[in-house]
């Protein structure tokens, strides 16, 4: 039986994703889409991907890093961390209650 995942839409909160990727260290934005791609299954279009970084950036979550290269790297800073260990905390919580429901089943 095939998978009924894709008829639910996307799961997914793109900020969330970019701090993922950038927890493993420094990548510019077309590493980060072929990455975020790899480990979520989720393919971004760049114009979203670029809204959420200057969002994150806003926020201090993010910073850009010098580069000599055309292309803008950037990391993760303690802040952005400390944001992305509390989100995953909460969707370990959401886990576990849909899990817990999931398999008590209807009442």
Request: charged share 25%; net charge positive.
């Amino acid at each position: 039986m095939a998978r009924r995942t894709q008829e639910l839409g996307r799961f997914t909160d793109v900020a969330l994703l970019v701090l993922i990727s950038l927890a493993e260290g420094q990548k510019h934005g077309y590493r980060m889409i072929g990455d975020i791609e790899e480990f979520s299954g989720t393919s971004l279009e760049p114009g979203t991907l670029y809204g959420a970084l200057m969002r994150l950036e806003e926020r201090g979550w993010i910073e850009p890093v010098a580069s000599a290269e055309r292309r803008k790297p950037y990391r993760i800073t303690p802040g952005g961390r400390a944001a992305l260990g509390e989100q995953l905390a909460t969707l370990r919580r959401i886990e576990r209650a849909g899990s817990t429901r999931v398999a008590l089943g209807p009442a």
